[in-house]
């Protein structure tokens, strides 16, 4: 194995929408390290996860399946089926010295401390959210006490946690440690912070940097009401509102701020290769779980929605002089290519069974960026199975059934963290397909579901599900869907070693 394949700087924030980056096309973000990453590499523009929330979508980029093939498809599962290995434990028994810092959560957090697996790190620095819920154990959480604070205290008052005690900067030292290590031999480091994920509370000194007065708030139309109450048979985490009933744009301003935290880390990690002369020999990657529906058709957080500010996420990558720059590609991706290509990058060969595909051959201007894929597709498989039952009161719901994993202790918790009590019992089963014109959403088992026309109708308004002039597209798609369901999730048992 060659010893001149490039170290690996991947970054991945945590509910972090598309449309974030000023350089791509949101003028009201502050993003100077992103914008510069996007300047020196290129920027997929049409990224897609295969689930809205974490656990599906981290286990599919960590193995290069989709859930559903997986066999992990909810949040707080009690365990993880390793049935195949990690992409970090593939890229470390390929020589490979790899770190992680932060949340990984491809089980359970909730109530205990994450389960270590075999997966190949040699650096363990566990956060899994900016709380201090956990005994022991909780690598950032047991560092604010050491400097002396008390993360709950900060959390409630009106400064908030200071950004030197934050934990996407205490992400970056421990990045920076991991980076400055000696060694002889290349390195993956996989930075996961917390943030942009609910609740919205950066710095003090970071919201003062956003007038929510100055911002657009969520994409809404009136008709938004009426299209989520055709939906209310499907689980989500909250009602459809009008965004001024729960201040659309402070949100909107507070989520930027966060990202705007995010991107004063992240500088200081480019700064610090380019200090300490790696910078050359480093691949950089930024990508996000999933997204945030921010407001969006009255909205708020994640769940059993295919919208595209839920599913489309960030995906950058840059490597001086190899990767070509300046490169905006609107080709259809899924965080699944993510995977092949980091196994690409260390010089493993890519797994027969592998989902993903490199998109190195784009990256290198080998190959055009105009097409990756024909379609990408998304998963919603009985993910948050336990509910809160009962009242259906935000603060205090009568009875608690485990709730989603992000959150803990008490019941109040899960409002604060962006997890709301549902008033029924969840476990929905839902699909998406998007080709380049169309995308439909299929509700399996109830009477509903979407369909839009992206080329005309970006923002998701009008659905055609039940348009006349739209019913052979959609037959069409529905099979299409079906097709690929099938195709990527069935998992035909052990390998074929005779004809009978």
């Known amino acids: 194995m060659s010893d001149d394949r490039p170290n690996i700087l991947w970054y991945c924030t945590d509910q972090q929408r598309f449309d974030t980056i000023a350089a791509l096309g949101n003028p009201h973000v502050s993003t100077a390290a992103l914008d510069r990453l996007a300047a020196q590499g290129t920027a997929f523009t049409h990224a897609y996860c295969q689930s809205p929330i ?69 650096s363990w ?23 002396g604070g008390d993360l709950d205290a900060l959390r409630q008052c009106e400064e908030r ?3 030197e005690l934050h934990q996407t900067a205490w992400a970056t030292d421990r990045g920076i440690e ?15 912070v917390y943030d942009p994920h609910p609740p919205f509370v950066p710095p003090k000194i970071y919201a003062d940097r956003f007038n929510p007065e100055s911002l657009p708030g969520p994409h809404f139309r009136e008709s938004d009401l009426a299209a989520q109450q055709k939906l209310q048979a499907v689980d989500f985490q909250t009602t459809a509102l009008r965004p001024q009933e729960f201040d659309g744009r402070r949100q909107q301003a507070l989520y930027y701020a966060m990202i705007a935290q995010i991107d004063d880390q992240f500088a200081r990690l480019l700064n610090h290769l380019e200090q300490i002369g790696q910078a050359n020999d480093t691949v950089v990657i930024f990508s996000s779980d999933h997204g945030e529906t921010l407001g969006d058709h009255g909205l708020q957080f994640k769940g059993c929605r295919f919208y595209e500010g839920l599913v489309r996420v960030p995906l950058l990558f840059s490597w001086p002089e190899k990767i070509s720059a300046d490169v905006q590609s609107d080709a259809l991706v899924e965080l699944l290519d993510l995977s092949a290509t980091l196994l690409d990058l260390g010089g493993v060969t890519i797994p027969e069974y592998f989902q993903g595909r490199s998109l190195l ?17 998304c998963e919603y498989y009985d993910a948050l199975a336990a509910a809160f039952v009962g009242t259906g009161s935000p603060d205090v719901p009568a009875v608690s059934t485990a709730g989603e994993s992000e959150s803990a202790q008490s019941p109040r918790r899960f409002e604060q963290d962006g997890c709301l009590p549902f008033t029924q019992p969840s476990g929905s089963y839902a699909t998406m397909y998007r080709d380049r014109r169309f995308k439909i959403v299929v509700y399996h088992g ?15 308004f009008e659905n055609l599900w039940d348009s006349a002039e739209h ?18 999730g069935i998992d035909v048992g052990s390998r074929r070693i005779a004809p009978m």
């Open 54 to 122: 974490c656990t599906p979508s981290r286990s599919s980029f960590m193995t290069g399946l989709y859930p559903s093939r997986l066999h992990n498809c909810r949040n707080g599962n009690e365990s993880f089926p390793q049935r195949y290995p990690l992409i970090s434990k593939l890229l470390a028994d390929a020589g490979y010295d790899c770190g992680m810092v932060g949340k990984f959560h491809l089980q359970s957090a909730g109530f205990r401390n994450e389960p270590r697996l075999d997966d190949g790190f040699c």
């Open 125 to 147: 620095k566990f956060s899994h959210a900016p709380r201090d819920d956990w005994a022991e154990g909780h690598d950032y959480a047991d560092w604010v006490r050491e400097q």
């Open 161 to 163: 946690v200071p950004p």
């Open 178 to 192: 991991f980076i400055d290590q000696p060694r002889g031999k290349p390195w993956m480091l996989a930075i996961n």
């Open 361 to 377: 051959p784009i990256l290198c201007g080998e190959k055009s960026a105009d097409h990756h894929r024909d379609y990408v597709r």
């Open 446 to 460: 109830h009477d509903c579901g979407e369909l839009f026309d992206l080329e005309q109708d970006p923002w998701e």
């Open 471 to 488: 019913q052979s597209v959609k037959a069409a798609l529905l099979l299409r869907n079906f097709d690929a369901a099938i195709l990527t």
